[in-house]
């Protein structure tokens, strides 16, 4: 599958969405105006619909799923979908971990994705067939030998609603008792391709949360899989799990109870 052109597209969205982004970054409004998220919004639109405009110009048979301006031709086979800011809590205080999401399905599947981090002006793109690179250097995520070891990272504690807490609880006690990150959305998975982070599990994620990263963690050598096990695509249901050594996916599973919702995961 040659993307060539894609990734020249993917790689100008990511531009354009920044440069909308960044002037945004710790403004004035942060002080005045937390509880406020009008500024965001202001960041967030501004950013999607530079990003779709391209897609518009250069592909105009693909669709588009975007978080803030909805869905353009939903029958194409090809969907960009979108995800200006990746981390809104991140951005409101002024903390550079959230980032803008792109993504390229085919047939539901994700082939190319791109978390870009405007403001440290880091970009870690993965595609099908290529290998994930930061900044145009080459990652790779790192092995870990067992899961006691495992830096495990997620978002927020609060994700996770009935009968997603234990099988969280029961994975956070099956690593080293102080290696939790909490906090990070997408950067979390941006640090696992780089070989920092071990495991990240999340619970509630929709498609536009998602589908950029798969890309970007294979093609560093890591996994992505629902709490199954299965492979992730449009249809999944956003419980996620990426794993930097695809090794220890059976021992994450184990851990966890067996999967979610009592489903056993085939050996």
């Known amino acids: 599958m040659n993307l060539t052109a894609e990734i020249a597209l993917a790689r100008r969205l990511a531009d354009a969405a920044g440069d909308a982004i960044r002037p ?73 971990i959230f980032g803008t999401l792109i993504a390229l399905l085919q047939d539901g599947w994700p082939v190319l994705g791109v978390i870009d981090q405007p403001i440290l002006r880091e970009r870690w793109l993965g595609a099908t067939g290529e290998g994930t690179t930061l900044n145009g250097k080459p990652v790779r995520a790192a092995l870990c030998s067992e899961l006691s070891g495992a830096v495990l990272a997620t978002t927020s504690p609060h994700l996770f609603s009935g009968e997603q807490v234990e099988p969280f609880m029961q994975l956070s006690g099956a690593v080293a008792e102080r290696k939790i990150i909490w906090g990070g959305d997408c950067y979390n998975y941006a640090l696992l391709a780089s070989g920092h982070v071990d495991v990240v599990c999340e619970a509630g994620l929709k498609l536009h949360d998602f589908a950029a990263l798969v890309p970007v963690v294979e093609g560093a050598g890591g996994t992505m899989c629902d709490w199954n096990g299965e492979p992730l695509n449009a249809e999944s249901e956003g419980l996620v799990l990426a794993l930097g050594d695809p090794a220890r996916l059976d021992d994450v599973l184990e851990a966890m109870g067996g999967a979610a919702h009592g489903h056993d995961h085939a050996h």
């Open 24 to 96: 945004l970054y710790r403004g004035e409004w942060s002080h005045e105006q937390k509880a406020d998220r009008s500024f965001v919004t202001e960041a967030d639109q501004a950013a999607e619909a530079a990003m779709r405009a391209l897609i518009e110009r250069e592909f105009p048979g693909d669709g588009i799923i975007g978080e803030e301006y909805g869905n353009r031709n939903p029958g194409a086979g090809r969907q960009w979908v979108l995800d200006p800011i990746d981390g809104t809590t991140s951005f409101i205080a002024g903390r550079p």
